[in-house]
């Protein structure tokens, strides 16, 4: 099993910053990919941004050029960093990460952290 850990979320003004962490632990696959997802109320968990396990990165339209993706791979740490912050980013952010690797028992499996809340508000 892998456990994930999200933080930095808080409360921030519009056009300010926040870098969201997600620290995994446990038995953590050779080859992951990482995604950041987001839950706004009334809303449906949506993608944000992803990583994949060579490090290529990808986002959302609504947050290309505004948000970055990285991993440092000997914390097992993901992070995301969130620029030019706005009223609409305001969410619960989660972290999922899937194991990609081909000769793990788990290959395909995903894991869920339990989020952290981001608000945006003036």
């Known amino acids: 099993q892998v456990q994930l850990v999200e933080s930095g979320g808080g409360l921030v003004h519009p056009g300010g910053s926040l870098r969201l962490s997600c620290a995994a632990s446990?038995?953590?696959?050779?080859?992951?990919?990482v995604a950041w997802y987001r839950q706004a109320p009334g809303n449906q968990r949506e993608l944000v941004a992803a990583?994949?396990?060579?490090?290529?990165?990808n986002y959302e339209d609504s947050v290309k050029g505004r948000v970055t993706i990285s991993r440092d791979n000997a914390k097992n740490t993901v992070y995301l960093q969130m620029n030019i912050l706005k009223p609409e980013d305001t969410a619960v952010y989660y972290c999922?990460?899937?194991?990609?690797?081909?000769?793990?028992?788990?290959?395909?499996?995903?894991?869920w952290g339990k989020g952290t809340l981001v608000t945006v508000s003036s």
């Open positions: 999922n990460l899937e194991d990609q690797d081909p000769v793990s028992p788990y290959y395909g499996m995903d894991y």
């Open positions: 446990g038995r953590i696959p050779s080859f992951y990919a």
């Open positions: 990583i994949t396990s060579s490090d290529r990165p």
